[in-house]
């Protein structure tokens, strides 16, 4: 006789962690959206003493604020990042409900199909392919597979991939040092909590001092940097440098 025992756990999904949708960039209407917003935080946080009509033509580096630059820098992508969130919720309702007309139109032109109409429907249908491309897209990257073959487009394959994604990362039950299981979501955050609060709190007389691990350390032999080469690493990071890196990187990264 065998027994089975099925707990269904209900996991409530969090908001989860926002990541920029780098197609954005080659938005222009997105472009010049983040140029005022920029604008505006200039104007909202620039020293008093500065005509805030012509305060686009001040170089950057010559601007001062009435906060730390620290604080200017984190507010700013703040706006940035709110602005970015609303553009990119209005042009997904916005693509949605052209989707939604495309289908309904071809429904229409499929149900009356004659010469005239044959070109305006493969043309609705082009465009209907057009979005979903930029669907799928999103998908394969969400779904982090390692290659996709060109024109190979198994969506419901990244749609399932996507969601494993996210049940991976879900801790379904923790097992306390006493051998009790939890399997409650609220139980387990504050299980996990506790764990690594203990895990990393600063404990006294631990066996290691400050003075034995400088004594250790100076034991050891490291390889030094020359003098040219320390000279070469200090001081800001150029744009040269920055962009030489960028050339580097991968697409979409």
């Not at 089975?4 to 080659?26: A, M, T």
């Not at 222009?28 to 005022?36: A, D, H, M, P, R």
């Not at 700013?76 to 709110?82: A, V, W």
Request: proline share 1%; net charge neutral.
């Amino acid at each position: 006789m065998v027994i089975l025992e099925l707990e269904f756990i209900p996991l409530v999904r969090g908001k989860g962690l926002w990541k920029f949708n780098n197609s954005l960039l080659y938005d222009l209407e997105y472009s010049n959206i983040v140029k005022k917003k920029i604008l505006e935080v200039k104007k909202q946080y620039g020293a008093l003493v500065y005509n805030f009509e012509n305060i686009h033509e001040i170089s950057n580096d010559d601007l001062h604020f009435t906060i730390n630059s620290q604080l200017f820098l984190e507010t700013l992508l703040m706006e940035i990042r709110g602005k970015t969130i609303s553009y990119s919720s209005y042009k997904r309702k916005e693509r949605d409900k052209i989707e939604r007309d495309l289908l309904k139109d071809i429904d229409t032109l499929e149900c009356n199909v004659n010469q005239a109409s044959i070109q305006l429907l493969e043309n609705k249908k082009q465009d209907l392919e057009n979005i979903r491309k930029e669907k799928i897209k999103g998908k394969i990257i969400r779904s982090r597979v390692q290659w996709i073959e060109e024109g190979e487009k198994p969506t419901k394959y990244f749609c399932g991939l996507e969601s494993k994604n996210f049940t991976s990362k879900i801790i379904p039950k923790i097992e306390r040092d006493d051998g009790k299981t939890i399997t409650k979501e609220f139980n387990i955050l504050k299980e996990t909590k506790v764990f690594y609060e203990e895990l990393y709190k600063f404990r006294e007389g631990n066996g290691c001092k400050v003075s034995d691990l400088e004594r250790d350390l100076k034991d050891l032999n490291f390889n030094k940097l020359s003098l040219d080469e320390q000279l070469s690493l200090e001081g800001e990071i150029n744009v040269n440098e920055a962009s030489k890196v960028l050339q580097k990187m991968n697409n979409n990264k």
